[in-house]
């Protein structure tokens, strides 16, 4: 079954980091790049960047370049996405999202059912 | 930045058509993409490339794109049509998106 499946619900302290996985099946995983993004609580969907899985090259935005890292596992078929030095306004949901590669032109074709994240003391 | 505006809410009656539109400069310039999300699920690609429906969409869910406005068209809604709907450009390799517009069938 084609699909992406994303890692459980997180509760984080200010200034700590948390790590979302999304696990793919069901498809060549190399062939295609995985997106983030995220939605704050009253706020639109936030792009956050992707990492393309044919040569690892990514690309984030701006927004979050200093605090944010993705990486992936080929052999576990999964990407990551790390974001560090959290703040209560990173408490979102956050979703992995699939497009072929090259990245950056066209539709996210699959995505994961979101991760939500809290941040709070 | 480029930046997209949709409504916050449309309501259809039962069977009747509804359109959802997402505006932008000259967004008919751009391609632009159409998901569905309902409470608790996964975003869905229902319109990529202003107009092409993937595999499994219904043919009574149609967009189109031209000048300032894309238009998402769901004829014959149902009430499994309710749902966030948000539009989707790119925009110097950066994607933006619509702020969702809540689909109530009455």
């Known amino acids: 079954q084609v699909q992406l499946v994303q890692s459980g619900a997180e509760v984080k302290q200010p200034g700590a980091s948390v790590k979302v996985s999304c696990m793919t099946s069901?498809?060549?995983?190399?062939?295609?790049?995985m997106h983030w993004v995220r939605q704050a609580p009253g706020q639109r969907l936030e792009w956050m960047g992707w990492?393309?899985?044919?040569?690892?090259?990514?690309k984030y935005s701006q927004n979050f370049h200093d605090r944010v890292t993705f990486t992936m596992d080929t052999s576990a078929r999964t990407a990551y996405m790390e974001l560090r030095s959290l703040t209560p306004e990173d408490t979102a949901v956050y979703y992995c999202?699939?497009?072929?590669?090259?990245?950056?032109?066209?539709?996210?074709?699959?995505w994961g059912q979101g991760t939500n994240v809290n941040v709070s003391s | 930045s480029y930046e997209v505006t949709q409504p916050l809410s449309v309501s259809v009656a039962l069977g009747q058509t509804a359109s959802i539109t997402c505006g932008g400069n000259?967004?008919?310039?751009?391609?632009v993409h159409w998901y569905q999300r309902k409470p608790g699920q996964a975003p869905v690609l229902v319109i990529y490339?202003?107009?092409n429906r993937p595999s499994g969409i219904p043919e009574r869910i149609s967009g189109f794109n031209s000048g300032n406005t894309a238009t998402l068209t769901i004829s014959g809604a149902q009430a499994g049509d309710e749902a966030d709907y948000f539009c989707?450009?790119?925009?110097?390799?950066?994607?933006?998106f619509g702020g969702g517009t809540k689909l109530t069938v009455l």
């Open positions: 069901g498809y060549p995983f190399t062939i295609y790049a």
């Open positions: 999202a699939r497009e072929g590669s090259p990245p950056g032109h066209d539709a996210l074709d699959l």
């Open positions: 000259n967004i008919g310039s751009k391609s």
């Open positions: 490339r202003d107009k």
């Open positions: 990492i393309n899985g044919v040569n690892g090259d990514t």
């Open positions: 989707q450009v790119w925009d110097s390799r950066t994607a933006m």
